[in-house]
């Protein structure tokens, strides 16, 4: 079992960058599979970005392939979601999310963080 907290969100612009951290407890935190998933008003949670546990291995919504990338620091029990070229359309509350081992890359994940509100202004 691992905790979740996701900070770094905030308001910017189209065109900023921004970076996103999950911080998790435990000394487990190495064995467990990571994502981000993201919700807007009005919309369902949409999976955004996962990566494995040694990070060796990412996967990327269509919708941000090229801007954002994931990575992990185990040293740190650190996840981040670097975010490039933020668009108004990627305005949502960002999760960190995490489960043991591996499986299907975009869901059943079993701890949630608590999230963190991205704001990209025109």
């Known amino acids: 079992q691992v905790q979740l907290v996701e900070s770094g969100g905030g308001l910017v612009q189209a065109g900023d960058s921004l970076r996103l951290s999950c911080d998790a407890s435990g000394r487990t935190f190495n064995s467990y599979s990571m994502a981000w998933f993201r919700q807007s008003p009005g919309k369902e949670r949409e999976f955004v970005a996962a990566i494995n546990w040694s990070g060796a291995n990412t996967y990327y919504e269509d919708s941000v392939k090229g801007r954002f990338i994931i990575s992990r620091d185990n040293a740190k029990n650190t996840v981040y979601l670097q975010m490039n070229s933020l668009k108004p359309e990627d305005t949502a509350v960002y999760y960190c999310?995490?489960?043991?081992?591996?499986?299907?890359?975009?869901?059943?994940?079993?701890?949630w963080g608590q999230g963190t509100q991205v704001t990209v202004s025109s």
């Open positions: 999310a995490a489960k043991r081992g591996g499986g299907t890359y975009y869901s059943a994940y079993s701890y």
